[in-house]
């Protein structure tokens, strides 16, 4: 892209002091000609770039002149301005902030790659918020977020997802987004790191005890391998159902963690397989469809999802 290149050639002339047509051309892998239209482009963009010929001469740039922004591709420079997520940035208190610091990255970007970077910035929008989901509400989001900057410890008093409080001391290490959710990661007393749903932290207290961070610690690749691990210890189980074509639409778009393995032949009925983490999960997600959906596999599932109907009918009978 011309951008691109007339960037490189403003960082050849500003770490070289000066460089030849011939060998700009060379370097950039265009004709001569184009170094010189390029030339006349930057010129006319407000460049100080001077012409001096003579068997020394060459192209360089007004003693002084430095660009505001060194190293950075048109892409590059693009990258910078997709919208974060308002509703992440309302968490972390910087709504404002993000938008002041764009507003001067903005104003300080050559002209050439300030109307690509407004682009960006007009036309990509983040959203992570969920379509019924409500706001998970975090009443100790501040006091974590200051334990982890301050690298202070931490005892919270944490509520497991079967309604039992625990209570510890951590070491706070970061906060990590999940769609909406934001969990909480910290070392234990014993140095194992854990997860915690920072909606589930109900209390928090600073303990005046030092905390060392641990060296090398990277919370983007810990999460990485952490998402890994969870995804590949979860329980399976598989079914083998029948569908009506129509509902095919309703099954892909779900946020549970059913996964559709596969898809077969497309009939009056079509043959899919299905992956739940519990034969519960199974069962809810399976009824839900009616005659929509009938069970070919495991049998004993069949007999089960038969028997919720059955009892089902029954109740709304005698109601």
Not at 5 to 19: E, H, K, N, T
Not at 72 to 78: A, D, F, K, R, V
Not at 178 to 195: L, P, V
Request: without cysteine; aromatic residues 10%; hydrophobic residues 40%.
């Amino acid at each position: 892209m011309r951008g691109d290149r007339l960037l490189s050639i403003l960082l050849l002339l500003q770490s070289q002091g000066q460089a030849t047509a011939k060998d700009l051309a060379w370097r950039l892998e265009v004709s001569e000609r184009t170094i010189y239209r390029d030339m006349d482009a930057l010129s006319r963009i407000g460049i100080p770039v001077i012409a001096e010929r003579g068997k020394n001469g060459g192209w360089s740039l007004l003693e002084g002149y430095q660009t505001k922004l060194t190293g950075l591709s048109e892409t590059e420079i693009g990258a910078l301005f997709v919208s974060p997520s308002e509703q992440l940035l309302d968490d972390l208190g910087m709504i404002l902030t993000s938008e002041k610091a764009r507003n001067k990255l903005i104003a300080s970007l050559p002209s050439i790659y300030r109307e690509n970077a407004m682009n960006v910035w007009e036309r990509i929008h983040v959203d992570t918020s969920s379509w019924r989901g409500r706001k998970e509400k975090i009443a100790t989001f501040e006091v974590l977020k200051e334990a982890i900057f301050t690298e202070s410890k931490l005892k919270i008093f944490y509520q497991r997802a079967d309604g039992i409080m625990n209570e510890r001391v951590v070491g706070p290490l970061g906060l990590v987004s999940k769609g909406n959710r934001w969990y909480f990661i910290a070392s234990k007393e014993n140095g194992e790191i854990r997860n915690y749903r920072a909606s589930r932290i109900q209390r928090a207290l600073p303990v005046h005890k030092s905390f060392k961070r641990p060296e090398n610690f990277d919370l983007g690749d810990y999460w990485r391998s952490s998402t890994k691990d969870f995804m590949e210890k979860l329980p399976s189980y598989d079914v083998l159902v029948e569908v009506k074509p129509d509902i095919l639409p309703r099954m892909k778009f779900t946020d549970r963690f059913v996964q559709i393995m596969d898809i077969g032949d497309h009939g009056e009925w079509v043959p899919v397989k299905l992956s739940f983490h519990t034969e519960d999960e199974a069962k809810g997600y399976i009824i839900g469809f009616a005659d929509r959906i009938k069970v070919i596999e495991p049998k004993e599932l069949y007999d089960v999802i038969l028997e919720m109907a059955v009892s089902t009918v029954e109740f709304y009978k005698n109601k």
